[in-house]
């Protein structure tokens, strides 16, 4: 196809006519069509919350502003054929907004901020000032459901659907209370990756500030699964008592949503699946004794779920009087946190300088929009049901969206997640980014005056 070619089938997607726009909701088939992605960057993507983000208030007028923040941070696009430009700067809104409308890129990832603009990297180096490094980044976090193929058997890989993905509310639920009660973060904006996990941005300054050191004390903070395909237990509880955190997620969260949702959407203790569990637990004689009750009762006369009674047969046995060990009486707090506690991608987290795809995207093998998730009510999103590419090009094309217009999303299907974004994300970082930028000033004023008074 000619590049003219293309330019006009891109031209073509938009059809003015009302008879047809009925028939325009069917046209956009559903994935990835990157003659879309023209529409979607021209109409839809908040090219400018997205540079009110990065600019963390000083884009403003304040003295205090530092003009050259923005224009410091690193961009990635990566084109068709793979193509994958690294080290893109931007100065301004309106040549972030040029720029992703001239690319098109497949996806933007977004990195650091550098200690000089990082366009011109090569240019430092040539001349000897070796000054190029990361000076601030968001701590990130990454969880992927592929990472918990051996706690789930309805998906494997990158496929999601509605009774694995709880894994990754639970993740959520968990990470997020931490996050806010434990390291007292308050600006903290989860995303859908678009395919198979989500990602986490902690945008408070302090956090943005950290070095790599204490964003590993961090992630290993949240480390527990230890395991390997090989291990028979892929946690370690280590201690005579549970960490205050470990118990709060246990109680709050994990023991629920292992007992009533996880065991039987995922048959854990059917005839096929039991074998796994038990060899969790380090005692034969327990093993043994379960293993002969569940053979020779495969139908359990209560009528209930046979995954419920034989959890209550393993508890029951496990956390008895009569077991004296807490290697034993533990088990099966064990058990929950194998199959329920957050599985992070660790190296994400520890490194100022790694790169993370940025919201509002389309997952170039789904065409789904990586929206924001709202951890309050994380527990009624639905990855299947998210904004699509040919979803919204359809919308466009319907109701009289031909308009041209700043809210032309607001009648679209990306409505709720931007206004989710603004309201309850943007808008209070942006308040507190204003605040401290004008503390930081007045102390720097009072030092000035302190210093000439003496």
């Excluded at 599985?343 to 490194?351: A, F, G, I, T, Y």
């Excluded at 032309?408 to 994300?425: A, L, N, P, Q």
């Excluded at 980014?433 to 000033?441: D, F, Q, T, V, Y």
């Amino acid at each position: 196809m000619t590049k003219e070619e293309e330019q006009n089938g891109r031209d073509d997607m938009l059809i003015d006519d009302p008879e047809h726009q009925n028939a325009q909701l069917d046209a956009f088939p559903d994935g990835f069509n990157p003659n879309y992605l023209k529409v979607y960057y021209g109409r839809l993507f908040p090219h400018a919350d997205m540079f009110k983000w990065m600019s963390y208030g000083n884009d403003g007028k304040h003295p205090a502003c530092d003009q050259s923040y923005f224009g410091r941070r690193e961009f990635s696009f990566t084109l068709d054929n793979d193509i994958y430009l690294r080290f893109q700067s931007f100065n301004s809104a309106s040549e972030l907004e040029n720029g992703i409308k001239d690319k098109c890129p497949f996806k933007i990832d977004i990195g650091p901020v550098y200690s000089v603009d990082p366009s011109k990297r090569l240019a430092y180096a040539q001349s000897g000032d070796n000054i190029f490094t990361p000076v601030e980044r968001e701590l990130v976090f990454d969880i992927d459901i592929s990472d918990y193929d051996d706690a789930r058997y309805c998906c494997s890989g990158a496929d999601v659907c509605l009774d694995c993905w709880p894994l990754m509310t639970i993740a959520v639920k968990v990470i997020d209370t931490a996050l806010r009660d434990d390291f007292g973060f308050n600006h903290i904006l989860w995303v859908y990756s678009g395919r198979r996990g989500v990602h986490c941005w902690v945008c408070d300054g302090k956090a943005r500030r950290l070095n790599n050191e204490q964003r590993a004390a961090i992630a290993d903070y949240f480390r527990l699964y230890k395991g390997n395909s090989n291990s028979k237990s892929k946690v370690s509880l280590l201690g005579p008592a549970l960490h205050p955190f470990l118990v709060r997620s246990y109680v709050d969260v994990l023991r629920d949503f292992f007992e009533e949702k996880l065991l039987c959407s995922q048959q854990l203790l059917s005839d096929e699946r039991y074998e796994k569990i038990l060899e969790m637990i380090p005692d034969e004689s327990i093993t043994s004794e379960l293993r002969g009750k569940w053979q020779d009762s495969r139908r359990p006369a209560s009528g209930k779920d046979v995954n419920v009674v034989r959890w209550e047969q393993l508890k029951h046995l496990l956390q008895s009087g009569k077991q004296k060990a807490p290697g034993i009486r533990r088990c099966v707090e064990e058990i929950v946190f194998s199959f329920t506690y957050p599985r992070l991608d660790m190296e994400v987290s520890k490194h100022m300088n790694h790169l993370l795809k940025a919201p509002f995207c389309v997952h170039p093998k789904t065409g789904r929009v990586c929206v924001p998730i709202n951890p309050a009510i994380c527990d009624e999103f639905d990855p299947t049901n998210v904004p699509t590419l040919s979803k919204l090009l359809g919308e466009i094309n319907t109701a009289g969206l031909q308009a041209e217009g700043d809210k032309v999303w607001d009648r679209t299907s990306m409505g709720k997640s931007i206004r989710y974004f603004r309201e309850s994300f943007l808008q209070p970082l942006l308040k507190s980014c204003k605040e401290e930028i004008e503390g930081s000033h007045s102390v720097k004023v009072q030092q000035a005056k302190n210093s000439l008074n003496w």
